[in-house]
């Protein structure tokens, strides 16, 4: 029992008692809390396999930015409240559970018969990588080697998200007037919606 | 030898063929597509038609191609001593098959339009375009004021080349393309007046009864390419006559084309359609359904010949020797109480039909073919003869409304007593010939039973023919008093006066000389005996009485004050009146049809219309695409709207496809 | 540094992507769905991580950089919509947007 195991081992707990606890959290704002708290035990798991570079964008990219902008528009839209959990499709648990529960199993024994098949070279790759030329360094030259063209393409992806966002949330002069068909009287005229 | 060989140009059969059959086909179209266009011009102070001409110059042109083509073959038979010096030398014999183009080709079966040209459909093109020619002639008469008039002619072009066709198919295919051709302008032509009702039952009528035998016939060929691998004639009877196909096979193959025959030959038990086509235009009626069209069974019969021959101990020969022994007869007996003009004649032609084929059965098949042609000369000739009756009496054909018409219709007259001496079988006219062939041959073989039967028919013949002749054209005047019989205009006398001198002469053809037709068509038909000496003489004799006593029998019937009161005191209910009554009443065979066939056909239709189709098959698919509608009604609730729904849907499918990586099934496998 | 066999982290990835389908089926407020794709995200991401480990080299590391990209951009377009569909309707339930159907 090392040290590393008992970190694990924690890790291993707060993970997926956070995850849990988002499942049955009744305030959207818990929700997002718990899966700070989850992310940052994935973190450490990243740590503890010698991704360094890795586990820091984890904490400052999912647990900041991108938590924040989840609490952002939570506030935003005012539903700090406690949702309802009460199921309205029938079938619709049992099924959830029923086929997580198959899938987790599958998924596990995938793991374990895999890894027989696939081999495991140990740690010491990564380790020597670490130590020379360091993890940022190496991570670096992979990325802006192999992965330049993927890399290049993130960034038109970053942009069409950034103009697709721009368009949907464009306010319209007269959104006040725009309703949905099933609200206006029957004959009425439906406006065309921009957008 | 060598200078008559020189003196022969070089035969072009292609051009020749060409001539004879396309060039009637090109008139057809061309009369159909601007025929209405064509003017009139005035011989005479007549007016005559150009369509008409224009079909008159085309069979012409036929006629004279056709005369070329037999030149031609006469002389490199006599160049080669194919014939002549007292027999035929089938040996040296000439024939020639023309290649237009390859038809069709399927594995190794291969079907060519090939035509071929021999003694055997020479002679009959020379009959079909000649007894053609004198018929449009007749028609330009006889038609004039009819409004479809260019239509007549482009049918009676599109009759000329289909029958050609026929005539000189070297494959049977292409034998049957004309079959079906001269079927459909028959239809055409019986249907020519077709706003009258009973025109148009009586075209369904021939059509669907030629049906029945043309599908016989089609089966017969497929029978044939079975055992034979090939269409050409020539191969087929090569194989039939070498022994390559079975006995047993040869049977059924012969008594299924002898079914196409029966069809279009108006035999025994499809011969109905033949008197209903007397609805048609006369002349139409005399060049189809007497002189030509309706012999195309006999020579399909002739030309099959060694099919027949090699049948299971001759029992396809012996089916058609009774078939057409039993028509002959049973026509004639109808023929003898009927009041209509072309009724008789329709009748009669059944019944000659049906000595054609009692002479094929013989195997006396070059007598079927003389008998063919001279029949082809006289009925043509009574046919236009009683349309040239109708004609001055203003399409009257109840010949209990006629007589006399001899003194106002000389011409007319005097040639129909060519035709009605001629088909009576009265020395030296054309009939007495071919006719007496046939029976001496049925004597000479032994079948006495035949013999007499078309002996006894012969009596019939020439008793009806005279009570035909006697009531139109002898005695009183009994027309309605404001009709004014006049005679034919030259159109129609002309023909009707070549016609008359070929009855008279037509026997001649088969005359004890070298080149006599026997002989002629020896290479193709074969030979068949005939009686010599004495007995010939007697058999002639007999018959010769035979027909004396029809005519006098009829004569003392329709012209004597005694024959008249006789006629009148006739028993009612007396064995005889019986039979005047059923024959009157064409022993109801229509009827029986009607009740057979027709009335059970239709309901049958009727139960396939309204309960298989309406119910069953309809009910087959519209309960698949209600069977379709309920699924998608079920099916459609997967689409609920519901995105949670679609995800469980999408865990589901990852569930199944890891299951299948677990398990190895599928593709993933 | 390897005391921990993979096949450890490999099942935890595993547990927290059921959960978080799971949790993304049975929860209807559509910000919490999403908070859900992330999770599912985050144990891939542990996954390639794991994978780079096994394999000793950095492709896994990586790959966990364009997963980061990838949903960055999805959270801000879906958020965005989400944000739409509230405008309009004033929920952010996603059992209320089920006119797309039959």
Known sequence: MTLEMVVFGVTFVVALGSSLAMVFARNAVHAALFLVIAQVALAVTFLLQGAYFVAALQIIVYAGAIMVLFLFVIMLLGVDKRDALIEPLPAQRPLAVGLGALLAAEVIYIVFKGIDLVGDAGGEAITALNRDPGNVLAVARVLFSRYLLPFEATSILLVVAVVGVMVLTRRISDVADLQTPEDLPAGAPVKEIAV | ?669 | MSEVPPGFYLALAGLMFTIGAVGALVRRNAIVIFMFVELMLNAVNLAFVTFARMRGNLDGQVLVFFVLVVAAAEVVVGLAIIVSIFRRRASADVDDVNLLKW
């Open chain 2, 1 to 669: 030898m060598d200078l008559s060989a020189s003196l022969i140009p070089g035969p072009d059969y292609m051009g020749l063929t060409a001539t004879i059959i396309l060039w009637p086909l090109g008139t057809a179209l061309f009369l159909l597509l601007f025929g209405k266009r064509l003017s009139t011009f005035k011989v005479g102070g007549r007016e005559i038609p150009w369509a008409g001409v224009i079909a008159v110059l085309t069979l012409l042109r036929s006629f004279v191609a056709a005369v070329a083509m037999f030149v031609d073959i006469v002389g490199v038979e006599l160049a080669e001593g194919a014939v002549g010096h007292g027999g035929a030398n089938v040996e040296n014999a000439r024939t020639f098959t023309v290649h237009m183009f390859d038809w069709m080709q399927v594995g190794g079966f291969a079907v060519g339009a090939d035509f071929l040209i021999d003694q055997l459909s020479v002679v009959l093109a020379l009959v079909v375009t000649g007894v053609g020619t004198l018929i449009a002639l007749y028609s330009i008469g006889y038609m004039h004021h009819d409004p479809r008039f260019h239509r007549y002619f482009a049918y009676l072009s599109l009759f000329a080349s289909a029958m050609l066709m026929l005539i000189f198919g070297d494959n049977l295919l292409v034998t049957f393309v004309g079959w079906e051709g001269v079927g459909l302008c028959s239809y055409l032509l019986i249907g020519f007046w077709f706003e009258r009702p009973a025109a148009a039952t009586a075209a369904k009528k021939a059509f669907i009864v030629n049906r029945i035998g043309d599908f016989s016939f089609l089966l017969g060929m497929f029978l044939l390419v079975a055992a034979v691998g090939s269409l050409k004639i020539e191969d087929i009877n090569a194989a039939a006559s070498g022994g390559q196909i079975s006995g047993g096979i040869a049977t059924i193959a012969a008594l299924l084309l002898f079914g196409g025959a029966v069809g279009k030959s108006a035999q025994i038990p499809l011969y109905v359609w033949l008197p209903d086509a007397m609805e048609g235009p006369t002349p139409a009626s005399a060049l189809i359904h007497a002189a030509t069209m309706v012999t195309a069974g006999v020579y399909m019969v002739a030309r099959m010949g060694p099919v027949f021959l090699a049948s299971e101990g001759d029992l396809a020969l012996t089916v058609v020797a009774w078939v057409g022994a039993l028509t002959a007869l049973w026509a004639a007996l109808i023929a003898c109480t009927e009041y209509d003009i072309k009724r008789v004649l329709a009748y009669s032609t059944v019944s000659q039909l049906g000595y054609m084929f009692l002479a094929n059965g013989l195997g006396a098949f070059s007598g079927g073919i003389f008998h063919l042609i001279t029949h082809a000369f006289f009925k043509a000739l009574m046919f236009m003869g009683a349309g040239s009756v109708m004609h001055a009496l203003a399409n009257e054909t109840d010949m209990r409304k006629m007589g006399g018409l001899r003194k106002v219709m000389p011409i007319t007259g005097a040639t129909f007593l060519l035709g009605w001496l001629a088909i009576s079988g009265i020395v030296p006219f054309a009939g007495f010939w071919s006719k007496d062939a046939i029976l001496a041959a049925a004597w000479e073989q032994g079948e006495y039973a035949l013999w007499g039967i078309g002996l006894f028919t012969a009596l019939l013949t020439a008793y009806y023919m005279s009570r035909l002749y006697l009531r139109v054209f002898e005695g009183p005047l009994k027309h309605d008093p404001d009709v004014h019989p006049h005679e034919s205009p030259w159109t129609m006398w002309v023909p009707l006066a070549v016609l008359g001198g070929l009855s008279v002469v037509g026997g001649a053809i088969n005359l004890p000389w070298d080149l006599r037709l026997e002989h002629f068509l020896t290479p193709v038909l074969g030979e068949f005996e005939v009686p010599h000496g004495a007995t010939a003489w007697i058999l002639a004799g007999v018959a010769l009485c035979v027909a004396v006593s029809g005519i006098a029998l009829a004569r003392f019937l329709f012209l004597t004050q005694r024959g008249a009161e006789l006629r009148a005191r006739l028993v009612t209910g007396s064995w005889l009146d019986k039979l005047l009554t059923a024959s009157r009443n064409k022993f109801k065979v229509d009827e029986v049809y009607e009740a057979t066939i027709q009335r059970p056909g239709h309901r049958f239709a009727m139960f396939s219309a309204y309960k298989v189709d309406a119910k069953g098959i309809d009910g087959v698919v519209n309960g698949a695409g209600a069977l379709v509608a309920w699924l998608s009604d079920g099916v459609r609730r997967l689409q609920s709207g519901y995105v949670r729904n679609y995800a469980a849907l999408f865990l589901l499918g990852v569930v199944v496809l890891l299951s299948a990586l677990i398990l190895r099934v599928g593709p993933l496998g």
